[in-house]
């Protein structure tokens, strides 16, 4: 079956340092989207991705933040400078002409 | 506002019991409607959904779910609930009128007692 893949599983970063997080969607889905969940807080959207470039994105999503698909199978959120509160696990979902959305297992960031 | 309520935090049951978990959203018009479940350190398996037609549908292991419009509620069912359905559950709702982006509930943990 088909799966959402996510690298790296786990990345410590120090404040400031940028990081890139890289998902691998399901090969013929079309739209993409980003979440993050605070440890103990509910699952946030931050950003949906659709024919190369971005249809909605949240407030939390704010110029620290940039996505690519740089190719034809990856899909990447970068964080430019990353703070304390950006720690969390952030999860790359896709989907395809139907609405359910299929995620990846997480990468879980922790900037120290 | 918009927003997707889960009003239990946690909840414990007894192996074999029945279980109702409980959601309801408050938009303008009817969103997709979703279930999610998450195990510790896992990511989020969708358990089912509702787009539209007969209001009970049914799902993976077991579950199924009943929309209720004139409650805007979206509950999760179970009958009998085995020791691996520990996990949080997550009710999301997707906007018609966005990117069809997930709005999640703040989860129920659900605990199952030998």
Redesign the interface.
Known sequence: EPEVTQTPSHQVTQMGQEVILRCVPISNHLYFYWYRQILGQKVEFLVSFYNNEISEKSEIFDDQFSVERPDGSNFTLKIRSTKLEDSAMYFCASRGATYEQYFGPGTRLTVT | AQSVTQPDIHITVSEGASLELRCNYSYGATP?L?W?VQSPG?????LL?Y?SGDTLVQGIKGFEAEFKRSQSSFNLRKPSVHWSDAAEY?C?V?PMD??????????TRLLVRP
């Not at chain 2, 896992?42 to 969708?46: K, R, S, V």
Request: positive net charge; proline residues 0%; glycine residues 14%.
């Open positions: 997709y979703f999610y896992q990511g989020l398996q969708l959904k787009f997550f999301a997707a966005s990117s069809y982006k997930l709005i999640f509930g703040s989860g």
